[in-house]
């Protein structure tokens, strides 16, 4: 969530979980240890939903970096200059979370051409290494004109990543089908 006051939604959220059940507890006359256990497992419950999509947006995140650096190496292979390339990132990934990020990246840089400015637009998705990893290959791109063998090489790592998001995907979806 990328709203300032995330935290404090979810830290109110939290305490109306609480006094929901505890209040549902007294009206049902149930013994204070019980009320309590109901409220913990509820955040619990409601904290395991989280940390989910958060993993959930995570995989997203890294599929769509492995779609970017796939579309960049493709588009400078092409012979297209790699500001024209940065300004068609958004192209990259279909992806609803991930394609709002890149079309403000791309609004960023082609306004101010700062590519600084614009990484900083990406860091709204996922702050970590591969961000600034992809912004190091990024200035190095701008500068040189070309892909260099450490792009090639994030690419290809990204690939492995995106490979075993899928395999693990794949094996998913083969238990719900399994169980159901």
Known sequence: DERPDALQIYLRSQFYIFIGTVTIGIVFKLPGIQRLLM???LIAFSNTRLERKIVLRRNVVERSFYKIY??????????????????????????????????????????????????GE?????AGKDVETLGTQLRQLLVTGTAGRSFQRTEALLFTRYFSLSQKQSETVRTRLLIA
């Open 70 to 119: 796939r579309f960049i190496d493709n588009q400078i292979a092409a012979g297209i200059k790699p500001t024209d390339v940065l300004q068609g990132l958004h192209e990259a990934t279909d992806d609803p979370l991930v394609k709002p990020l890149l079309i403000r990246f791309v609004g960023r840089y082609s306004l101010t051409l700062d590519l600084d400015q614009a990484i």
């Open 39 to 41: 409220a913990v497992m």
């Open 122 to 126: 990406l860091r709204r998705l996922q």
